[in-house]
């Protein structure tokens, strides 16, 4: 089956300079960043703080995911004028004297990239076909991590075909994080994208993995 629109390696831009940040309110900043998003047409993928530096030096990254619904993805222009509005509307936030973060990070708003990250209840059911990874709040029977077939959501139950352990159902609320298995299967379905600023594109995955660890 064909996947959604939308992967292909991510456009990265990283426009904004450090900024006074060390506890990150993930709730609060995407109550910020989401109507920047949708005010350009884009649905948010994700927000999430992560260290970036060795151990200790301080250095993170503010990491922003979104996607065209048109194309399930966003090319780097896209990147860019997103990434203008949310420094933009953090500024004047904390121009008003909100502090919404406090210590040093880096602003990265990226598309979400072929083995992206299942973040909603509507990727399960998108995905569904392709291999997944997933690690659980709470374990289910024995497991706290699956990886198989993603067979789609059921009665609000994210289905699992796990190929050693066999079919989970479990509830969106028990995912702590999930993402697709990078397969030639995947590859072969992904709409190809616009690599135009290719040069731009930054990889983070080792760093989130230690981070979920």
Sequence with gaps: M??????????????SSERKTRVADITRLTEVIEPEARALG??????????TGPEGDG???LQVMAEDPVTGQLVVDQCMMLS???SDAIDAI??????????TY?????????????????DFADWAGHDVNISLNEPAGDHRKLRGELLGVEEDKVQVEDR??????????????????????????TKPLDMSGAEQIEEFTEQEEKVQD
């Design 2 to 15: 064909l996947a959604p629109p939308g992967a292909g390696p991510n456009p990265v831009s990283n426009l």
């Design 59 to 61: 250095e993170r990254t």
């Design 106 to 122: 880096q602003l990265e708003v990226s598309s979400p990239g072929i083995d992206r990250p299942l973040t909603r209840p509507k």
């Design 164 to 189: 050693k352990h066999g079919r989970f159902a479990v509830p969106f609320a028990q995912i702590k994080t999930a993402r697709l298995v990078l397969t030639d299967k995947l590859i072969a379905a």
């Design 94 to 103: 904390e121009d008003g004297g909100e502090e919404l973060v406090e210590g």
């Design 42 to 51: 884009f649905d948010l993928v994700r927000v999430k703080m992560f260290d």
């Design 84 to 86: 203008r509005r949310i």
